[in-house]
């Protein structure tokens, strides 16, 4: 199975910050990688897919980038309602695997 | 507009079964795949398996053989996920996730993402 570390596991950031998330698969996975956000006691929220496509409708603030095995998604300018849980997947074989998750706090 | 929508909270007794549905709209069913993930209380996502809705032929991850079942009833467009001989560590939020599917730019490669989401079902196992 490929493994997905993410880093940090946390962080506390203030709005208008930017904000960078690591993804590191354990063998290249391409561009196979999707980011979702979480918000608490809510299901998962699908951000970015084959980085770094955006979903539609998720604002431009978010952007995704890396190929292989090192990614990144950073929020350009965190915004109140971008507080939650981050977690990058893979998809470039079964079972597909998650990282562990960063939750951004408010600082 | 499309989604899926799940049923209600369970609270079952160690030993019981129990069948989680996910009622699928403004779509297509069986155009995609649907997926299971759970949640456990304070923990990440684990993906469980998928379900072809057009063959009804299921894939399980390895952690989730044996006791875990997804079914599927096309007439009403709803993916179920049975678990049979609860136990304490199946407590968690399970949730079903429609799989989308684009063309790769690497030859007949796909590019997999879960992009609508129930609201999760939450299991509680507790005697």
């Known amino acids: 199975d490929i493994q997905m570390t993410q880093s940090p596991s946390s962080l506390s950031a203030s709005v208008g910050d930017r904000v960078t998330i690591t993804c590191r698969a354990s063998q290249s996975i391409s561009n196979y990688l999707n980011w979702y956000q979480q918000k608490p006691g809510k299901a998962p929220k699908l951000l970015i897919h084959?980085?770094?496509s955006l979903q539609s409708g998720v604002p431009s603030r978010f952007s995704g980038s890396g190929s292989g095995t090192d990614f990144t998604l950073t929020i350009s300018s965190l915004q109140p309602e971008d507080f939650a849980t981050y977690y990058c997947?893979?998809?470039?074989?079964?079972?597909?695997?998650f990282g562990q998750g960063t939750k951004v706090e408010i600082k | 507009q499309v989604q899926l929508v799940q049923s209600g909270s369970e609270l079952m007794q160690p030993g019981a079964s129990v069948k989680v549905s996910c009622k699928a709209s403004?779509?297509?069913?069986?155009?995609?795949?649907m997926n299971w993930v759970r949640q456990a209380p304070g923990q990440g996502l684990e993906w469980m398996g998928w379900?072809?809705?057009?063959?009804?032929?299921?894939t399980y991850a390895q952690d989730f053989t044996g006791r875990f079942v997804f079914s599927l009833d096309t007439s009403v467009s709803t993916a179920y996920l049975q678990i049979s001989s609860l136990k304490a560590e199946d407590t968690a939020v399970y949730y079903c996730?429609?799989?989308?599917?684009?063309?790769?730019?690497?030859?007949?490669?796909?590019?997999?993402?879960?992009?609508?989401w129930g609201k999760g079902t939450t299991v509680t196992v507790s005697s």
């Open positions: 379900i072809n809705t057009n063959t009804g032929n299921p």
């Open positions: 084959a980085a770094p």
């Open positions: 403004g779509y297509t069913f069986t155009t995609y795949a």
């Open positions: 997947q893979q998809s470039y074989s079964t079972p597909w695997t």
């Open positions: 996730a429609r799989e989308a599917v684009i063309a790769a730019t690497r030859h007949n490669s796909y590019y997999y993402y879960m992009d609508v």
